[in-house]
């Protein structure tokens, strides 16, 4: 399955349209943040145990915690569109109709997958000053 040829028809997509006005709503947001984490959690725990989605539950797990620290104000050096990009690949994610709706056997999660993996190499600078932060944070 050729991953950057589903990642362009999810960034086209009127699913990928929605979930990035719903991102822009909840930005501004910090219940709206943490009660979208409790979603993604919650969805990991349920479908993550024995499933491709367990090839990205670290990066979603990465990404929730920088989104966590953002939502608390205790993190904030992280510019808002990619605050934005995050949550809205979260929300996509959550969705259980999407571009490859998640019921269907075998390719359900494939453009979650494409989609997360995306996000999270698209944010890798932001990731790494962050795990820097954390790393001090808990030196001191």
């Not at 979603?39 to 990465?62: A, D, F, P, R, Y």
């Not at 269907?104 to 995306?118: E, K, N, R, T």
Request: without cysteine; hydrophobic residues 45%.
């Amino acid at each position: 399955m050729d991953t950057s040829n589903i990642l362009q028809k999810i960034l086209d997509s009127i699913f990928y349209s929605s979930s990035l006005k719903k991102a822009s709503r909840i930005s501004k947001n910090a219940v709206g943040i943490l009660t979208l984490l409790k979603g993604v959690l919650t969805k990991i725990q349920k479908e993550g145990k024995n499933t491709i989605l367990q090839s990205i539950s670290s990066k979603l797990m990465t990404l929730g915690k920088l989104l966590k620290f953002y939502a608390t104000g205790d993190y904030r050096a992280i510019d808002l569109k990619n605050v934005v990009i995050i949550i809205t690949a979260f929300v996509y994610f959550l969705s259980p109709i999407d571009l490859i709706p998640d019921f269907i056997p075998m390719l359900g999660f494939a453009d979650d997958i494409a989609l997360v993996s995306f996000v999270f190499n698209s944010v890798a600078e932001e990731i790494e000053k962050f795990e820097t932060w954390l790393m001090n944070r808990d030196i001191s």
